[in-house]
Nanobody, 115 residues
């Protein structure tokens, strides 16, 4: 099994930056891809960014050029650097991991972009 714990959310003004972190534990040797999804009230959870075990990244069109996903294999941690934040980026952000055991999710961290 894989456990994921997010941190780094909070309140930020439009145009500001935040960095989210997600630490993996458990059967980390089995983790392949990792990533971030987000969800707002009444909407489906949507992909934000993913990174494969080989470092290949993919981004939602809405965040391309503003968000950067990275992975520290030694620390078993994935990061999401968010720049030029907009009010529409407000959501609960969930860390996701794909492993031999299937998909694992973190508990979520709230990001609020507001003046």
């Amino acid at each position: 099994q894989v456990q994921l714990v997010e941190s780094g959310g909070g309140l930020v003004q439009p145009g500001g930056s935040l960095r989210l972190s997600c630490a993996a534990s458990g059967s980390i040797f089995s983790i392949n891809a990792m990533g971030w999804y987000r969800q707002t009230l009444g909407k489906q959870r949507e992909l934000v960014a993913t990174i494969s075990s080989g470092g290949t990244t993919d981004y939602a069109d809405a965040v391309k050029g503003r968000f950067t996903i990275s992975r520290d294999y030694a620390k078993n941690t994935v990061y999401l650097r968010m720049n030029s934040l907009k009010p529409e980026d407000t959501a609960v952000y969930y860390c996701w991991g794909s492993s031999y055991y299937g998909s694992s999710w973190g508990q979520g961290t709230q990001v609020t972009v507001s003046s």
